[in-house]
């Protein structure tokens, strides 16, 4: 799946294979595996540009791990990295650029205005693997095993502290199993929460929008006064919620306290509807601020959530559970 086709494993008695007629580059064939492969590089892109960026926070995920894929680093067999893909990927585009009249625009690629996120992080020597890497690799693998929903921009942040967690366990037998640990992982909390990464469910009664919806509907329950003041501003649960629950909660918080929220969230048997009743909790702890606040006041609260104490909201959400 992420082999150049036409590569094989030399040492595994099988030889480089001749590119022949029906499956050469060149081939339009929608079926060609070169084909295939160009339109791989458009999602790997994207994954890319994530995977990059994952927990500025912490230098982490830029530093190297000590079980890359030796089978891919060998330089025997011939193997291209994501990473090399994707740079020789990005080279061919941003040299030729086509704009809106048609007129082709020929730029140097060593001259940029802006710094490219290649440039923003200094790349491990040839051999070593970074943790983004190997969270690539993971997301680019997904993508190619669930075609229909392939990638979409938040997944990034949903593995990422998957892959944290197993990756600095103490445990050095277990550590080193983190890559395939954190895709298993990964496969089964998505195929509980895929559905709000697919657009054309949001309406539906298990996508985003009815999740969103049931955030309020609950705030109206547990607190009808914020409720109405939410309301009366015309502060809709999708200008805030839609990022708490789809990635669940990963870019409110830092990543020691992600961490800790999830560990209640896997815990609970009804654990997304837990989340929702984290979310009301959310809500509720900084109700005062919420109801002297103008709508930007509150819309900067919403969207830069101030509580920096995790336990604190989860013992509200308790709260909110057994008041039920």
Known sequence: MIIQPGIAKANMGVSREDVTFEDHPLNPNPDSRWNTYFKDNEVLLQIDKDVRRLCPDISFFQRGTEYPCLLILDPQNEFETLRKR????????????????????????????????????????????????????????YAKLNPGIAYVQGMNEIVGPLYYTFATDPNSEWKEHAEADTFFCFTNLMAEIRDNFIKSLDDSQ???????????????????????????????????????????????????????????????DNRFDFLLLVCCAMLILIREQLLEGDFTVNMRLLQDYPITDVCQILQKAKELQDSK
């Open 86 to 141: 994707v740079e020789q990927t990005t080279l061919k585009s941003q040299t030729v650029a086509r704009n809106r009249s048609g007129v082709t625009n020929m730029s140097s690629p060593h001259k940029t205005t802006a710094p490219s996120s290649l440039n923003e992080y200094e790349v491990l020597p040839n051999g070593c693997e970074a943790h983004w890497e190997v969270v690539e690799r993971i997301l680019f693998i």
């Open 206 to 268: 298990c996508g985003i929008t009815y999740k969103m919806e049931k955030v309020y509907s609950t705030l109206k329950e547990k607190d009808v006064e914020l409720y109405l003041k939410l309301q009366e501003q015309n502060i809709k649960p999708q200008f805030f919620a839609f990022r708490w629950l789809t990635l669940l909660l990963s870019q409110e918080f830092l990543l020691p306290d992600v961490i800790r929220i999830w560990d209640s969230l896997f815990a609970d």
